[in-house]
């Protein structure tokens, strides 16, 4: 018997992934059909070069982002196929904390419930060190538990490249992360903003955001110029994950 090529195995788990999705599109009214359409479970950087301030507009702008008529409707968009949200914060090696454990989204109600958790969320003691390989792990172990959903996406926030625990990049073909989509909101460096150098350094990390974290069909990174921008990045991109994939070839990538 044949043994697949890596190629292939990326093709097929591809092509999985887009059927689950088309499902979801379709309403098919099997017995396998899924509890959730989608677990995503949002990972916040509060590592050491966040301070005080940039803490605060992270919790605050993903708070308000929730409760944005848009958002909101996308997550309520197919009533009887719910979302399931969970909120997390990581630092260094040993910093993850959880905010918000896995919450089905049903009404408005349940957003404005997140939303209160998050505003009312003090900073606890950060690392300096930023393990973003690790809280890769994190929201994997965290959506291992959710397999029963059409999809499931990690949500990271970052400001800056790993410099602690395992490298991204070495960390995403642990057989945790099969089936797990990895997004990213890349947050500019505190330049002078909309600045040459607040745009270079931005592409930079946004670079490095796409070959060391990213993962998944159709995985993205969404930018935002310092934490002031964080609240319409998030909602942004919030929107991307959260709409409805139209029907397209079942086309393995890379041929």
Do not use: H
């Amino acid at each position: 018997m044949k043994t697949l090529t890596q190629k292939s195995r990326r093709g097929v788990r591809a092509v999985l992934a887009l059927v689950l999705s088309v499902a979801g599109v379709l309403g098919a009214n099997t017995p396998a059909q899924a509890a959730c359409r989608q677990a995503l479970a949002i990972g916040l950087d509060v590592s050491g070069s966040v301070d005080a301030t940039e803490y605060r507009l992270q919790m605050d702008g993903l708070a308000a982002a929730l409760l944005t008529g848009d958002v909101q409707a996308a997550f309520l968009a197919m009533p009887d196929i719910n979302v399931r949200l969970l909120v997390y914060e990581w630092g260094g090696d040993d910093s993850q904390n959880l905010l918000v454990p896995w919450t089905e989204i049903t009404s408005s109600d349940d957003l404005q419930a997140v939303a209160q958790t998050l505003r009312s969320t003090q900073r606890q003691a950060a690392r300096l060190s930023t393990a973003l390989g690790q809280a890769m792990l994190f929201g994997a172990d965290a959506l291992a538990n959710q397999t029963d959903c059409w999809r499931r996406t990690i949500d990271l926030s970052g400001d800056g490249e790993s410099n602690s625990g395992p490298r991204p990049r070495s960390v995403s073909d642990d057989p945790a992360f099969f089936g797990v989509t990895i997004n990213a909101i890349v947050i500019g460096a505190d330049a002078l903003p909309y600045s040459d150098i607040s745009q270079s350094e931005i592409a930079q990390l946004s670079s490095y955001f796409r070959s060391e974290v990213i993962r998944g069909p159709n995985a993205f990174v969404e930018t935002a110029i310092e934490f002031v921008g964080f609240q319409d990045a998030m909602a942004k991109k919030l929107l991307k994950e959260l709409q409805t994939r139209a029907v397209g070839r079942l086309v393995p990538p890379d041929q």
